[in-house]
């Protein structure tokens, strides 16, 4: 059997699959510290004899195999976690081949084989929510080089109106600290939900993400954009983002049809977790 864990900074989610990758059991709890979340962890693998463990990780996460320090959650500001030997951890328990990248690769590596980008080469993951973080496969291997994409913390240009210093830790202003979900809440005072008829919030949201788009794009040029988290279920956000993603861009370079190229997830809430189980089938 195969396992998963998609490890986000807010909870875990645990599956087994099939070698087919057909989903046989899954759990989820909150991410607290590591041992007591370690326990739930093992708690649920320890029922089934493992081949290979896939796992998409919240970061920053060290996913350089030539680092002594390989596997490891590094410089998280989850408190607890830092240093944290997540592959050791599991390797130790089980002795299996573990594939390890960061919770949006995986969900790429989902969308890619299973979801909005299926028949792609390559395609790029970019969540909104609680932070902002963003994945990319890339000739059908999740991109990673000395470390890995922390597409989150681009800098994008203020938006004329808005006033909002940021609530970025590192860098303030930087797209997470201007356009994650508790920047919304700060700059309006209310929850994100709580703002849906509220047109320009969400056009100087569609701003700051069109400019990040932009950014993937000239850089990246992945033949898909996919757009998840619960800042982007609202969907009247796509329309929005699209408009002035063209209108940035000035038909400097050509893209697939916009209502194709930024979609949001087919696979829903399970892209990441998929994601999990194809690097535990490749790790094998």
Not at 108 to 116: D, I, P, R, S, Y
Not at 186 to 200: C, P
């Amino acid at each position: 059997m195969l396992g998963a864990i998609e490890a986000g900074g807010t909870k875990f989610v645990v599956a087994v699959s099939n070698p087919d990758l057909s989903i046989v059991e899954r759990a989820s709890f909150p991410t607290t510290n590591p041992e007591e979340t370690f326990k739930h962890v093992f708690d649920f693998f320890d029922q089934y004899n493992l081949d290979a463990i896939g796992v998409g990780s919240f970061g920053p996460i060290d996913v350089n195999v030539n680092s002594s320090t390989y596997g490891y959650v590094t410089s998280t500001p989850k408190p607890g976690w830092q240093n944290t030997d997540f592959v050791g951890k599991l390797k130790s328990r089980y002795q299996v081949p573990v594939g390890w990248t960061t919770d949006v690769n995986a969900a790429a590596l989902g969308e890619l084989n299973k979801g909005a980008a299926v028949g792609k080469e390559s395609c790029l993951y970019l969540t909104v929510g609680t932070g902002v973080g963003g994945g990319a496969v890339i000739d059908g291997k999740p991109l990673e080089g000395f470390g890995h994409p922390e597409m989150g913390h681009l800098l994008v240009r203020r938006h004329e109106a808005d006033n909002f210093a940021g609530n970025c830790p590192y860098h303030r202003d930087c797209l997470e600290g201007l356009a994650a979900g508790p920047a919304i809440e700060k700059r309006y005072g209310k929850k994100a939900q709580d703002l849906s008829d509220q047109k320009e919030v969400w056009e100087m949201e569609a701003y700051y993400l069109a400019q990040a788009l932009m950014s993937y794009t000239l850089i990246l040029s992945p033949e898909k954009i996919i757009l998840g988290g619960g800042v982007m279920k609202q969907t009247q956000l796509f329309p929005l983002i699209r408009e002035k993603f063209a209108e940035l861009l000035n038909e400097y370079v050509q893209t697939p049809n916009l209502e194709e190229y930024i979609v949001p997830p087919a696979l829903e809430d399970n892209a990441g977790v998929t994601g999990c189980l194809i690097l535990a089938d490749r790790a094998r």
